[in-house]
């Protein structure tokens, strides 16, 4: 039996990968889009508690960037995935369920990549507020907004002016993130391709089609944040 060229591989057809192949790479997307929004959530929370909170929270905020940013991210993986699991397996138990309940990988894995990502998000959002004119903040009191108007008109538009291209490096590490979490038994796109190259004896392949995937979905969602940063830019004088 001969062995599939490359065209049969990224086929479509009953004895190709194709479908496969994307269906891992939309799992890779929704895992990473899913972890990104998350922490940028908790990037938002975590910056204002740097910027404006109390002693403690300026504390705890400091601690939450230290932890994360020291530790690897496929051990917050595993904590989340394994202590998310013994957590709900407790409950259950508490119920009257019994055995062991899985926490979904899906669920874990997200959770853990935006937890993680949430880190590199306040630095970033905390770097874009400070580098909004003063001025512009002093106007905007002097005008008579109140502070609900002056964070929807002045602050956050400038704030997430200054920060999309630090979240485009954001977005790209969390994107590589995603591979990670094949260990809780999602199958995403690096994951399907360690199947098919097992499956075929043809691992350069495989591994090469997942690496041209990555590089697709990271210039085209590159190229959709720097659309968005133009945009936010427009108006705007350029020394």
Wanted: net charge positive.
């Amino acid at each position: 039996m001969n062995e599939p060229g490359f065209l049969d591989i990224i086929s479509f057809g009953p004895t190709g990968w194709g479908a496969a192949l994307l269906a891992g790479a939309l799992m890779t997307l929704a895992v990473a889009v899913t972890g990104f929004f998350v922490g940028g959530v908790i990037g938002v929370f975590v910056a204002w508690a740097k910027i404006a909170g109390g002693r403690v929270l300026r504390v705890l905020a400091d601690g939450y960037t230290t932890v994360l940013r020291g530790i690897p991210e496929l051990l917050v993986i595993y904590l989340f995935y394994f202590g998310g699991s013994a957590l709900v397996t407790a409950i259950g138990k508490y119920f009257g369920a019994e055995g062991f309940i899985g926490l979904p990988g899906f669920l874990a894995g997200s959770l853990a990549v935006g937890v993680t990502s949430g880190a590199f998000h306040t630095e970033v959002f905390r770097g874009a507020f400070r580098a909004v004119s003063k001025g512009e903040l002093e106007a905007a009191v002097a005008c008579g907004m109140s502070p609900w108007l002056r964070f929807r008109r002045i602050i956050a538009p400038l704030t997430l002016r200054h920060a999309l291209p630090g979240l485009g490096n954001v977005w790209q590490v969390v994107l590589k993130e995603s591979a990670l979490v094949s260990v809780t038994g999602v199958v995403e796109l690096l994951r399907q391709a360690q199947i098919g190259s097992g499956s075929t004896g043809l691992p350069f392949d495989f591994f090469l089609i997942a690496g041209a995937l990555y590089l697709a979905i990271s210039t085209f969602s590159g190229f959709v944040l720097r659309l968005g940063e133009r945009r936010l830019s427009r108006g705007v004088r350029r020394g």
